[in-house]
């Protein structure tokens, strides 16, 4: 039995498509965050604006961390177990249950007082300012030569 398509294409197609394919095939279905987390990085004349797509998260959800120069953010999300809900069963889940982080290189003279963040209608919005990473002089330390 045949089942008509919610979104627009056959249950079965994905599968018979790319049955000649199969690497092609594991990589897609083992891949779900291709959609997830995807960034905009803008500069300004201050620092830097990152808006990260975080479809499907709450603020709960999501972490930021910064340590040894490194802004990492996570996002981890859990799905209700079960196939079954009040109204029947489930045939096909497109949703992404899991978690995803992502790392951003930002210079060790970035403190995390510096960095600023807000999360509104899926996107983390974080602003992340310019520091110049001051040279150090080296000093010369001569050792006295007796003679």
């Not at 802004?71 to 096909?92: F, H, N, P």
């Not at 978690?99 to 290189?105: A, K, N």
């Amino acid at each position: 039995m045949l089942m008509p398509s919610i979104f627009g294409e056959n249950l079965f197609d994905e599968f018979f498509n790319d049955f000649t394919r199969p690497s092609k095939s594991l990589m897609r279905y083992n891949t779900p965050t291709s959609n997830v987390m995807r960034t905009d990085i803008k500069e300004t004349a201050n620092g830097y604006e990152l808006d990260i797509d975080l479809p499907g998260f709450k603020k709960s959800d999501v972490q930021a961390e910064l340590k040894d120069g490194y802004l990492t953010i996570s996002a981890c999300t859990s799905k209700d177990e079960g196939d079954k809900d009040k109204d029947g069963q489930y045939i096909r889940r497109e949703r992404y249950y899991g978690s995803c982080s992502r790392s951003f290189y930002v210079g060790e003279a970035v403190t995390q007082e510096d960095i600023k963040a807000r999360f509104e209608d899926g996107i983390l919005k974080v602003a992340v300012p310019k520091k110049e990473v001051k040279p150090e002089v080296e000093e010369s330390k001569y050792i006295a030569i007796e003679g």
